[in-house]
Structure formats: C-alpha cells, structure tokens
C-alpha cells in the first residue's frame, strides 16, 4: 500500500508517495505562489498530485491508505482546515481536507508541519523505539511538535508544541505574535538576521559582515566560524537564547531525545554543539543523563515524511 504526503510551505509544495516500508517512492514540488490564492494553489496541488500517481516509479496496482498534509498553522486539524498562516497570506479558513477527500474519496489528515515532523521522526527515523521525542524547526521561525509516551500532543486547538513562543527574554526583540523575547524572535534565521542588523547600527570597528549586501543567519554563521569578533559574539548570544528555549522545553516534556531540523541546522555542528552543551549544563541532571539530541536524518525530506507519517499514525 502507497500513502501520499503533501508538505505545504510559504515557497513550495510538495507531494512524496510512501510504501509500506516507509521508502519515498517519487517525489515532486511546485512553487505555492501563495498570493494567487488558495483556490489556485490547490488546483495546481491537485495536478501536481497526478502527475506524481502517474509516474512510472509508481505500481499503479497498489492501494492508497490515505492522504497526509502538512502546512503551517494556525489551522484546525479536526476540521481540517487551515487558518490564515502567515506564510500563506489570504488562505483564511480553507477546508483543504474536505476538499481532496471529495477529489480522491481517501482519508485525508490535515496537521501542521512541525507536528507532522515529529511524527516523521518518530515513526521513521525512530521506527517508534524513542516514545518521548521532541521535534524542534530551526528556520525562518522556530516550531515543534512533541511526542510523549508514544502519542503525539495536540492540545486543545491542535497548537501543541509551538515552542517558538516561550518566552525567554522579556525585554527581548519584538516578534511577529507581538510579544517581546519569544524564542523565534531570539533565535530564529529571522531573529539571527534582526539581531545582527541592529548591533551593525552601533558597531563602527571591522567586521566582514560589513561587506555583504544581503546577509542571511548562514553568512552570520560562517562569519562567526571564520574567527570575526562582531558575528562571533551575535552567535553566542543566540545559541545562549536557544539553549535557554531548550532548557525549559527538557524540563516540560523530559524527552529522551531533540531532533533538530530546519535550514538554520544546515550550518551544522559548529553551530548547534554548543547549543546543546549549555542546554546540558543547565538541565537537571536526573533528566540530562538520558538525554540524546541529534539532527534529522531526513534531511529536506522530513515534511514529506511527516505529512506521509500522519496517514500511519491517524489511520492505525
Ligand atoms: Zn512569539
């Protein structure tokens, strides 16, 4: 049996076909071109899914279990529907699972992207052997999703997990939730480029961050890496803040394990490393010991693998 998972994002859609083994079969993406609309959007979504049904990697005689979607929230997963998100502007209140389950007569599972992922890891790359796993999205925001004791946890808006707004420093930077000193503003890509921009304001000594016209968290990074003062001491600053959001999650949930994913985990371990020894410093021993943390080895795949994870694990 195939399931199909469709990973929805503010750039690009994508849809994966999964086999019972939990392989990725063929996958494809389209550009969202959120701004054209929701109604377009999912037109194009539609067509891009049956052109993935009808490529030749795919056993046409096999079964279909269901359809998996991860967007980004807010949306509401019992209605299945999604709620004005940020990243998609306009896209307020489309009943998408409705939608395809009217076009393909299959069960549809509608949650958003980061406790998609969670779910990805722990049935996947986990294969359910790590029951208190918590899934943390370093990007353009911050998000999770947490399963614990081998569920994965809703709440009661279906919001559960969204770690990038506990706040860690209340006279900290403004975030989009309006809030000051939430995580995602502290330590986001986001947050690592608004942190660097206004420190530049005031700072008159050499730094080659000086030299680049468009600066991205992945310059800030390397900067950082190649030994310049300015990037270097923005970066402890943030890793000290993300350590502190991590902090306080272990002690909310005491995972046995933090997968990391995101673009900003693409800089890789001269980064995140010394995130997690702080964090280890300041969690309490009894939880720290048996504490893992790693970074997903789904790579750019891991919203397929979440959104195909949902049909698993709902479905079941
Ligand atoms: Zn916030």
């Not at 860690?168 to 480029?193: K, V």
């Not at 468009?214 to 990074?221: A, F, N, V």
């Not at 280890?280 to 720290?288: G, Q």
Request: glycine letters at 12%; aromatic letters at 6%; charged letters at 20%.
């Amino acid at each position: 049996m195939y399931r199909i998972g469709i990973d929805i994002g503010g750039t690009n859609m994508r849809v994966g076909i999964f086999d019972d083994g939990g392989n990725l079969v063929v996958k494809e993406k389209i550009l969202t071109n959120a701004q054209e609309g929701a109604t377009v959007a999912i037109k194009r979504l539609k067509l891009l899914i049956n052109e993935v049904l009808n490529s030749k990697e795919v056993d046409k005689t096999q079964k279909i279990k269901g359809i998996g979607v991860g967007s980004p929230g807010p949306l509401d997963p019992w209605k299945g529907e999604i709620q004005s998100p940020p990243n998609l502007p306009g896209w307020d209140n489309i009943p998408l699972r409705q939608n395809l389950q009217d076009k393909y007569n299959l069960p549809v599972f509608l949650h958003n992207d980061a406790n998609a992922a969670a779910l990805g890891e722990f049935l996947y790359a986990y294969n359910k052997e790590v029951k208190n796993l918590v899934y943390i999205t370093v990007s353009t925001g911050i998000g999770g999703g947490i399963i614990s004791d081998g569920k994965l946890m809703l709440g009661d808006k279906g919001s559960a997990g969204e770690v990038g707004h506990i706040i860690i420093r209340p006279d900290g930077n403004m975030c989009s939730c309006g809030n000051r000193g939430c995580l995602e503003a502290q330590a986001s890509g986001t947050g690592i480029f608004t942190r660097t921009q206004e420190a530049l304001k005031n700072y008159d000594r050499p730094t080659i961050l000086k030299n680049f016209d468009l600066l991205s968290s992945k310059e800030i990074i390397e900067a950082a890496n190649l030994g310049d003062s300015f990037a270097k001491h923005i970066i402890e600053e943030v890793q000290m803040d993300l350590a502190l959001g991590i902090v306080n999650i272990a002690h909310a949930y005491n995972p046995q394990k933090i997968v990391f994913g995101g673009g900003v985990m693409q800089s890789g371990d001269t980064f995140i490393q010394p995130v997690i020894e702080r964090a280890r410093e300041m969690i309490l021993p009894s939880m720290a010991e048996n504490l893992d943390f790693s970074v997903t080895k789904l790579g750019g795949d891991l919203g397929l693998f979440g959104a195909a994870a949902l049909v698993d694990y709902f479905q079941d």
